[in-house]
Each structure stands twice: as structure tokens, then as C-alpha cells.
């Protein structure tokens, strides 16, 4: 039970503006065997896919805090995320496992008012690719 709460804490703070590596986690968690694989998956793609959410959640009010001092983005990081965005549009939320610049697009879709709905279901997706893959990795590797 804790393990599964660890790593939906670890990927849940792994994809706000926090430093974290659910990767890590993951893996020592699929190395020590004790734990099915899938449940792993699953509830490290929820807590980093609800961690992403957070980032949108943020961005449709970030206008009022990204001028002080204490806001983690750098003004010129989120501009970057949001011409990309606007760019690319919704499909560039597929980005949202990178680290740093994912969560600066999650950001970026909340400014940009994305609709939730299509946030979600393509960060998902993008999440459970990138868990999958390290699942694999570690997998082939033990």
C-alpha cells in the first residue's frame, strides 16, 4: 500500500513545478518485484497526469503571479511553452513527460484556456507512453 501511495506522491510532484523523479521510483519499485507492474504503471500515470493538471489549473491564473520573484517558471521559459503551444496547439501537450519544458506546456495550455477534457485525455496518454517505457526499460534491464 505505501508503495503505491509513494509513487502516486512522487508523480504527482514530479509533474508540477517541483523537482522530482517518479522515474526513479518507479524503477527501484519494478526492480524490488514485490509489486505488480501494471498497478505501478497505473498509479504513477494518475498522480503525474493529476500533477499536470495542476500546472493547467495554474496557468489560468498565472498572469497575476508570473512577475514575482518567488513564480518557478522564468518568464521566458513560459513565453517559450506558449509559442510553442500556439504553434503546435493541443498535440504539443504529447511533450507534457519532458521534464521542465512538459510542465511549462502544461502551464502554457491553462494560459492559453485549453479545454480541459482534451488536456487531460492527451496528457494521459502521453504519461502512460512515458511509464510504459521506462517500465520496459527497467524491466529488460533486471
Known amino acids: 500500500m505505501y508503495a503505491y501511495l509513494g509513487i502516486f506522491a512522487s508523480a504527482f510532484v514530479s509533474a508540477t513545478l517541483l523537482p522530482a523523479q517518479s522515474e ?46 518567488w513564480f518557478p517558471v522564468k518568464p521566458g521559459r513560459l513565453e517559450q511553452a506558449e509559442r510553442w503551444y500556439r504553434r503546435w496547439g493541443r498535440w504539443s501537450l504529447l511533450l507534457s513527460w519532458a521534464p521542465v519544458f512538459g ?22 496518454a502521453a504519461k502512460l507512453m512515458r511509464y510504459v517505457a521506462v517500465a520496459a526499460l527497467v524491466c529488460s534491464v533486471i
Open 24 to 69: 526513479a521510483v518507479l524503477g527501484a519499485l519494478l526492480a524490488a518485484g514485490s509489486h505488480s507492474a501494471l498497478l505501478l504503471i497505473a498509479v504513477a500515470t494518475l498522480g503525474n497526469t493529476l500533477g499536470a493538471a495542476t500546472n493547467w489549473l495554474l496557468g489560468l491564473y498565472v498572469h497575476r503571479f508570473k512577475e514575482h520573484r
Open 103 to 124: 510542465d511549462a506546456l502544461c502551464l502554457a495550455a491553462g494560459v492559453l484556456r485549453e479545454s480541459f477534457r482534451s488536456f487531460f485525455f492527451i496528457v494521459l
